[in-house]
């Protein structure tokens, strides 16, 4: 049984969250505390020095916070930012509004994503919408056509839209915002509302802002603004397997389901599942948007063999400034060493995060056998792709 407790636009950001993660955790993190910090860690010195010499000379860089086992290791700002900055989170809003929906399903609040979208809209008779499934729009597969008008549009005249039949792969923020409908229309709260009852509190999140239009409904796609403490927490509630400290938030089938495959993206490897990107190397996850990523990112790593499967991520376009900055790791390898290349399309610079351990340090305090590693980065960039650079396989258009 779940148990829950009722208790605009900046172009300007780059903010980098790292979550060095064990899969199992004896006890989960209570999120809705401040983040406590370990300094006590091996490799923090090693860290530190990349972090210095890679990450802090960027003009565009605002932050960096990196989470090991539950705890801050390593945090910092840059170029006039402070702890308590807030930005755009852009479309890593979408993986929050689905954490949302999950808990209205598992409350019973909302039907079954295989469900007729007619069952989440009863007051409209629209025949499009009877040949749909909340599944659809939670999977970007469900056929509608991009209209950025969307946010001031009503209800019937986002599910009116034009649209070419469901199954393929759209990413597209009109049909995503539906998903807030939904969600308004099954509770009778809008996003914010709900999220303020039986989400932020478990994050300790305070009244985020987050716009909204028709109905007051917030945004289903962009929007949500968070500090780079408080956005990194939708991460590590997912790592928990849905467990703020001793209560679950979120249950484990619908972590499973969203963060499982739900519609093939014909965009190399990566899928998608419930509003969660799913690069296909080894088990990962995460969330992307124009100004973050805040993803769990699950790479196998075994020592004893001396090599590594490393995934590939990509950040990814905004409205005006469309353009791509991504963290790819070395696929293959024969050492303990990382690569992390960083690179943005068009945007004027790239570099790298060389050897991250040479000395086997940072993997052997990460531990033996599989571990994973989670990169969250926000791009603050110029410059047009519409598809992944050949070469450059991890760089993504997403907005």
Not at 53 to 61: F, G, W, Y
Not at 175 to 200: D, I, K, M, R, V
Not at 364 to 381: C, D, E, M, R, V
């Amino acid at each position: 049984m779940l148990r829950y407790s009722c208790s605009k636009l900046n172009i300007y950001l780059l903010v980098s969250v790292v979550i060095l993660y064990t899969p199992v955790l004896s006890q989960s993190t209570d999120l809705s505390l401040e983040w406590t910090t370990n300094n006590n860690i091996p490799f923090l010195t090693e860290l530190e020095n990349t972090i210095e010499d890679e990450v802090a000379v960027l003009s565009t860089v605002k932050g960096i916070i990196v989470i090991y086992k539950g705890q801050v290791v390593l945090e910092n700002y840059y170029n006039g930012s402070s702890v308590d900055d807030v930005y755009n989170i852009w479309s890593v809003t979408k993986s929050f509004i689905s954490t949302l929906v999950g808990q209205a399903v598992d409350m019973g609040m909302m039907d079954d994503p295989d469900s007729s979208a007619s069952n989440f809209f009863p007051d409209y008779d629209i025949d499009y919408v009877e040949s749909i499934k909340l599944h659809h729009l939670l999977g970007m597969s469900s056929g509608y056509q991009e209209d950025w008008g969307f946010l001031s549009n009503s209800t019937e005249e986002i599910l009116s839209g034009e649209a070419n039949g469901p199954g393929a792969f759209f990413y597209n923020n009109n049909a995503c915002h539906l998903n807030a409908h939904a969600l308004y229309y099954g509770t009778g709260q809008t996003p914010h509302e709900f999220a303020s009852t039986y989400l932020f509190p478990f994050l300790g999140i305070e009244d985020p802002p987050w716009s909204d239009g028709y109905l007051d409904i917030n945004n289903g796609s962009y929007g949500l603004q968070l500090n780079l403490r408080d956005m990194v927490k939708l991460g590590q509630l997912y790592i928990q397997d849905g467990f703020s400290g001793n209560e679950q938030v979120l249950s484990t089938e619908w972590i499973e389901r969203a963060t499982s495959p739900q519609v093939d993206t014909n965009w190399g490897n990566y899928g998608y599942g419930y509003l969660w990107w799913l690069p296909q190397i080894g088990l990962s996850y995460q969330a992307s948007g124009a100004g973050y990523l805040a993803d769990k990112m699950i790479t196998d790593i075994d020592l004893d063999r001396g090599s590594a499967r490393i995934i590939a991520l990509g950040s990814g376009a905004a409205f005006l400034i469309r353009g791509g900055i991504g963290i790819a790791l070395d696929e293959e390898f024969n050492d303990t060493s990382i690569l992390l290349n960083l690179a943005a399309l068009n945007a004027g610079w790239y570099f790298t995060f060389k050897t991250v351990s040479k000395n086997d340090n940072l993997l052997t305090n990460i531990g033996k056998s599989k571990k994973s590693i989670s990169f969250s980065l926000a791009p603050s960039i110029t410059g047009s792709f519409d598809r992944p650079s050949p070469g450059l396989s991890f760089m993504m258009n997403f907005y």
